[in-house]
C-alpha cells in the first residue's frame, strides 16, 4: 500500500510542475493528499466521490477543522480526482462549505507604526515596514531582489503574485529610506555583497536563499503575544491597513486592486468595508443639524 501511495503522490507532483500553480499551493496539495490517501484500504485507482465526500465531511463535523481547511483540502483533492486519477468531478456531489465569514481586523495607522517598532530584529522590522508601505504579502516581501526597488520611478517590482503574474506596488519615500539604511547596516555587519540580482533579505544562514516567510510569520505571531490591541493579528493585517488606509485616503478602489495585484475587484471590494467611516467623514443622519 505504501509503494501505491508513493507512485500516485509522483504522479500528482509531475502533473503540478505544470499547472502553473505556486510552489507552496503544490507542496499543499501534495501533503494534504497523502493524509487522505492514509485513510483509504483500497488502491487509488478506486477512489469514488463518496470516498472524498466522507473524508470531508470526517475533517469538517468529527474533527471540527474551520470551514477554511476544509475547502483547501476540498480544492487538493478535486485536482488529484480531476488531473491525475482522471476522474469526473461534482461540485453538486461536494459543494464548496459555506458559513460564516467574518471581516479581519484592521490596525490602524498609530497601530501599525506601535506593532512594527516593537520588532527588535532590524531586517524584521525593514520586511514588516516594506509589507505594510506597499500591500505587499509575506511571500512577496521577503523574495525581493535589489534590482526590484525601482527609487527613480518610486515603484517596486514584484516578480510573481498569488496569480502568478507580475505587477509593480508603490515605494514609500520612508520606507526607501529605511531600506538604504538597513542594507548600509547589514553591509558592515555581515560579509554580504548585495548585487543587482541579489535579494534584498538573504537569509542569515543560506546566503544564496532570502529568508523565509515562515521565520516572518512566527516572528508576527510572537509579537502579537506581546503587544494586545485587542484585535486579531496576522502576516496579512498589514496588507489589510494598507488597502484599507488608501481607501480611507480617497484612492479610487480599482487603483488599489492593481497596486494589490487582486485578480477581482470582489476582493478589492473588501476595503469598502474595512475602511473606517469616521475618517470617511461619513456621518450618521442622527448627528446632522435638524432642518427647519
Not at 481547511?69 to 486519477?85: D, G, M, P, Q
Request: with cysteine; charged share 25%; proline share 2%.
Amino acid at each position: 500500500m505504501e509503494v501505491c501511495i508513493v507512485n500516485i503522490l509522483e504522479s500528482l507532483k509531475r502533473d503540478l510542475q505544470m499547472s502553473g500553480l505556486k510552489d507552496e499551493t503544490c507542496e499543499g496539495y501534495i501533503r494534504k493528499t497523502k493524509i487522505f490517501l492514509k485513510t483509504i484500504e483500497f488502491s487509488a485507482v478506486e477512489i469514488t466521490l463518496n470516498d472524498i465526500l466522507e473524508f470531508l465531511r470526517h475533517l469538517r463535523y468529527e474533527k471540527t477543522y474551520c470551514i477554511g481547511t476544509v475547502i483547501n483540502y476540498r480544492s487538493a483533492l478535486k485536482y488529484f480526482f480531476e488531473v491525475t486519477l482522471e476522474k469526473q468531478w461534482s461540485d453538486k456531489k461536494i459543494p464548496r462549505l459555506h458559513g460564516y465569514n467574518p471581516l479581519p481586523s484592521v490596525l490602524s495607522k498609530s497601530e501599525v507604526i506601535t506593532f512594527i517598532e516593537s520588532m527588535e530584529n532590524k531586517m524584521y522590522r525593514t520586511i514588516l515596514y516594506t509589507m505594510y508601505s506597499s500591500g505587499l504579502r509575506v511571500g512577496e516581501a521577503v523574495a525581493l531582489r535589489v534590482k526590484d526597488i525601482d527609487s527613480e520611478r518610486m515603484q517596486v517590482y514584484v516578480a510573481k503574485c498569488k496569480n502568478g503574474s507580475a505587477r509593480f506596488a508603490i515605494l514609500s519615500h520612508k520606507n526607501l529610506a529605511l531600506l538604504r539604511g538597513y542594507i548600509r547596516e547589514w553591509k558592515k555587519r555581515y560579509p554580504y555583497r548585495f548585487t543587482h540580482e541579489s535579494f534584498l533579505f538573504p537569509s542569515p544562514h543560506l546566503k544564496e536563499k532570502h529568508i523565509s516567510k515562515k521565520t516572518i510569520k512566527n516572528r508576527i505571531s510572537e509579537l502579537t503575544q506581546k503587544i494586545d490591541f485587542g484585535k486579531n493579528i496576522t502576516s496579512h493585517s498589514l496588507r489589510h491597513a494598507f488597502g484599507s488606509h488608501l481607501y480611507e485616503s480617497g484612492t479610487d478602489i480599482f487603483r488599489i486592486k492593481e497596486l494589490m495585484g487582486h485578480k477581482s475587484i470582489q476582493s478589492t471590494n473588501l476595503y469598502v468595508h474595512l475602511a473606517s467611516l469616521s475618517r470617511m467623514n461619513v456621518k450618521s443622519p442622527f448627528d446632522e443639524e435638524v432642518d427647519n
